[in-house]
């Protein structure tokens, strides 16, 4: 963050297409779009943009109370999946004279065009609005490839007539990525629509994201792309088998038919206390995000291992090929607000097709699932080259 002087300086020189006034924060969704706009940085300045909140259009304040829950609230706001890709931002409290405000710093983006709900929002001068198609391809070409992860670079060798689901996109992930009103006006080509959504690479081939989530066979490129499921009569691995699966296809295909094996795997009982109640063994929330969470965030790249259902009869046991990565680490794996994306295209994705609610907060909603129904805690473990979980059986 820029110092008290070089703040005061920004709101001295009032509204620009780097500088945002807001007087009060009731309506978040114009301070999303603010965000979404200095993120795509259309003048191309390179530098980042500031959003005031508590200060009027002339820069006097408004007298808005600036406290701990309003700055969690706006920091909260780069990772409630809304506005992806992901805008790096910053938010802090600072007192300018008589003036008390909360400060968003917003980064210019490395891959834009940055959406709110589907919708490109730009800033030209002190004016926020909507990005034209054309200006939206502006967008897209400013992108740094050099510095996208893996999942958004691409697969040499592929095509997207040749190696992609095209109806898939069109009737699946489109309307689903896209708000309607943008689908409405867009007169936009094919291409152009799969490469604004970061589906195709600079240089034409479909990327890692295509591939695995609309490819119409991607174990073709990715070998370990797929969930073994194993159901044991026992409790170890040299027990006899009751079941096995090789799930495969595109991610969605693989989640979808998960969904429907954990159903078929999760025993009932029924428990009698003040009055009785059925508790299944394991509750399928739990199940379903460490599995979905697992799926989004392995290790694509240089991993032919495929992610690992293990149930055995007193435990589950989910593996997740690749180490921890960026803020996460051995020690705090599974700590709220602890968040990092190897595969931030394919977390966009499931957002966007409804396999995520929010991100970050798989972990949280797994821990409480299991403890509401009486199972042990989820036990984490990370062993160079995996990550795995393990959920105990209710009692």
């Not at 295509?210 to 370990?224: H, R």
């Not at 739990?286 to 690992?308: C, D, K």
Request: proline letters at 7%; aromatic letters at 6%; a negative charge.
């Amino acid at each position: 963050m820029p110092d008290d002087r070089e703040h005061s300086a920004l709101i001295a020189g009032g509204e620009s297409d780097r500088v945002e006034f807001t007087a009060a924060a009731r309506d978040l969704d114009k301070i999303r779009e603010a965000i979404c706009a200095f993120a795509n940085d259309l003048p191309n300045h390179r530098a980042p943009g500031f959003i005031f909140i508590g200060l009027n259009d002339d820069g006097t304040c408004s007298d808005l109370t600036i406290d701990d829950q309003l700055l969690q609230t706006l920091g909260g706001l780069s990772k409630d999946g809304r506005t992806l890709p992901f805008p790096t931002m910053y938010v802090a409290k600072r007192r300018l004279g008589d003036r008390e405000t909360a400060v968003i710093r917003v980064d210019p983006s490395e891959n834009p065009p940055v959406k709110v709900d589907g919708r490109c929002w730009i800033r030209t001068g002190p004016r926020r609005g909507q990005a034209t198609p054309d200006e939206e391809r502006r967008l897209t070409e400013k992108r740094r490839y050099a510095n996208l992860p893996y999942d958004m670079q691409g697969v040499g060798g592929s095509s997207v007539d040749r190696d992609i689901d095209l109806r898939l996109f069109e009737v699946d992930y489109l309307p689903s990525a896209v708000s309607p009103e943008a689908l409405e006006e867009n007169e936009r080509a094919r291409l152009e629509q799969m490469r604004a959504l970061r589906l195709i690479a600079p240089d034409g081939p479909p990327t890692v994201t295509a591939i695995l989530v609309l490819g119409k066979d991607p174990g073709l490129w990715f070998p370990g792309s797929y969930i073994q499921f194993v159901r044991y009569d026992g409790e170890n691995g040299t027990d006899p088998v009751k079941d096995q699966k090789e799930i495969r296809g595109t991610l969605t295909q693989q989640l979808r038919q998960i969904d429907e094996l954990l159903k078929v795997h999760i025993s009932t009982g029924m428990e009698f206390e003040e009055r009785h109640q059925e508790l299944p063994d394991y509750p399928e929330v739990a199940l379903r995000e460490l599995i979905r969470n697992a799926v989004i965030h392995r290790n694509y790249e240089n991993s032919h291992t495929p992610v690992r259902v293990s149930w055995f009869s007193d435990r589950v046991q989910i593996v997740n090929p690749g180490p921890t990565f960026g803020e996460v680490t051995r020690d705090n794996l599974g700590d709220p607000g602890v968040t990092s994306y190897r595969n931030p295209t394919i977390a966009e994705a499931m957002k966007s097709l409804g396999f995520m609610e929010r991100f970050g907060t798989g972990i949280q909603r797994a821990r409480a699932a299991l403890r509401d129904n009486g199972n042990p805690a989820p036990e984490f473990a990370v062993e160079d080259p995996f990550i795995s979980v393990t959920l105990g059986a209710r009692a």
